[in-house]
């Protein structure tokens, strides 16, 4: 049986002290040890919000990493910087990079490679816009996706990595895919690695993200193939999140 996770992903959000209290009202607020948890947070929080999850089961990700180890690459966070500043996690090719800041599947899956390279694991985003699934797209969107990441690192390198799907016609938008929607995708992707590798395509976590709140999660989580959340704004306000958290 797989384990769900549940993770928040801040983007750009916060100051140093409503960072600092978020990460404390989730901690006080774990409660039961239902599933994985761990939240995304801004780089220049992540030696505070490190120090405060540290011991803790509350896991530390970064919301990008770089697709090179090291060198003159101005504004770029190696994994092996994250790795030093305690995370475990890395979310990669979200859809906002993807759309906003030029990242390609190339470089998505550098992005992925470099993470695993340094004992990260990668959260890997991939999704279908509004115009894509409307000209039924979403599945070739979704390979294409995948397959760059699998060419580059191998269908084995899933077993340390977390898919994310997150249909970008929902993200922020207040629009959620219907349990039934996410399903659909969800079930596809397992069964695309399941093709190459069964055991791989079983045990790997995959996410669904995009407008989930506390009044639609149990629904999604309660899915065959959805292993938790990928949360952006109800990640903002620890009740909210835990709801989510406790919806698993
Ligand atoms: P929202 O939950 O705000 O729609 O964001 C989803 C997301 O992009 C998480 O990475």
Same mark, same amino acid.
């Given at each position: 049986?797989?384990?769900?996770?549940?993770?928040?992903?801040?983007?750009?959000?916060?100051?140093?002290?409503?960072?600092?209290?978020?990460?404390?009202?989730?901690?006080? *607020?774990?409660?039961?040890?239902?599933?994985?948890?761990?939240?995304?947070?801004?780089?220049? &929080?992540?030696?505070?919000?490190?120090?405060?999850?540290?011991? /803790?089961?509350?896991?530390?990700?970064?919301?990008?990493?770089?697709?090179?180890?090291?060198?003159?690459?101005?504004?770029?966070?190696?994994?092996?910087?994250?790795?030093?500043?305690?995370?475990?996690?890395?979310?990669?090719?979200?859809?906002?990079?993807?759309?906003?800041? *030029?990242? /390609?599947?190339?470089?998505?899956?550098?992005?992925?490679?470099?993470?695993?390279?340094?004992?990260?694991?990668?959260?890997?985003?991939?999704?279908?816009?509004?115009?894509?699934?409307?000209?039924?797209?979403? &599945?070739?969107?979704?390979? /294409?996706?995948?397959?760059?990441? @699998? /060419?580059?690192?191998?269908?084995?390198?899933?077993?340390? $990595?977390?898919? $994310?799907?997150?249909?970008?016609?929902?993200?922020?938008?207040?629009?959620?895919?219907?349990?039934?929607?996410?399903?659909?995708?969800?079930?596809?992707?397992?069964?695309?690695?399941?093709?190459?590798?069964?055991?791989?395509?079983?045990?790997?976590?995959?996410?669904? *993200?995009?407008?989930?709140?506390?009044?639609?999660?149990?629904?999604? &989580?309660?899915?065959?193939?959805?292993?938790?959340?990928?949360?952006?704004? $109800?990640? @903002?306000?620890?009740?909210?999140?835990?709801?989510?958290?406790?919806?698993?």
């Amino acid at each position: 049986m797989r384990r769900s996770l549940v993770v928040g992903n801040w983007k750009m959000n916060g100051t140093r002290s409503s960072a600092e209290s978020l990460a404390k009202g989730i901690l006080s *607020g774990l409660g039961e040890d239902v599933a994985d948890i761990a939240i995304c947070v801004p780089y220049v &929080f992540l030696n505070e919000i490190g120090q405060i999850v540290q011991n /803790t089961r509350l896991g530390l990700g970064a919301q990008n990493v770089a697709d090179k180890p090291s060198g003159a690459y101005t504004g770029e966070i190696s994994a092996g910087m994250l790795k030093e500043f305690g995370c475990k996690y890395a979310l990669v090719g979200h859809s906002e990079r993807r759309t906003y800041y *030029g990242d /390609t599947d190339e470089s998505v899956a550098a992005r992925y490679s470099q993470a695993q390279e340094q004992g990260i694991i990668p959260v890997l985003c991939i999704g279908e816009t509004l115009e894509e699934r409307e000209k039924d797209k979403t &599945f070739e969107v979704i390979t /294409t996706q995948l397959d760059a990441v @699998l /060419t580059k690192a191998g269908v084995n390198s899933l077993d340390n $990595a977390v898919i $994310a799907y997150e249909p970008v016609w929902a993200i922020g938008t207040g629009r959620t895919a219907t349990d039934e929607q996410a399903q659909e995708v969800h079930q596809f992707i397992r069964q695309y690695i399941a093709d190459k590798d069964k055991a791989v395509a079983e045990k790997i976590q995959i996410l669904y *993200g995009g407008s989930a709140k506390p009044d639609n999660a149990k629904g999604l &989580f309660a899915m065959p193939d959805i292993d938790g959340g990928l949360i952006g704004g $109800a990640s @903002l306000d620890a009740e909210s999140f835990l709801k989510i958290y406790h919806s698993v």
